[in-house]
């Protein structure tokens, strides 16, 4: 299987005071494709839950409060 060096793909911004319909909107309608990109290698290629939490923590903890409520909104089960 060849493997592409290069993606295109398109920005969309857009303001809400916080995640909220729109938001929500956009995640239900690029998650599949996302999925897809993401896990294109395998899910073995990729970090475990546990360990990309570590690494938010580590690297980047002032993320933790938003990655929280989107994941709510997604109602996805882990926690943090």
């Given at each position: 299987?060849t ?6 793909f398109t ?10 319909p729109?938001?929500?909107q956009q995640f239900k309608?690029l998650?599949?494709?996302?999925k ?13 839950y546990?360990?990309?939490?570590q ?6 903890p ?5 990655v ?7 109602h996805?089960?882990?926690n943090?």
């Amino acid at each position: 299987m060849t493997v592409p060096s290069s993606m295109d793909f398109t920005f969309r911004a857009f303001a809400e005071e916080t995640p909220g319909p729109y938001w929500q909107q956009q995640f239900k309608s690029l998650w599949p494709a996302y999925k897809s990109w993401f896990l294109r290698f395998g899910e073995a290629d990729r970090p475990t839950y546990h360990e990309s939490v570590q690494a938010l923590r580590r690297y980047m903890p002032e993320f933790k409060p938003i990655v929280i409520g989107h994941r709510k909104m997604t109602h996805s089960g882990q926690n943090y």
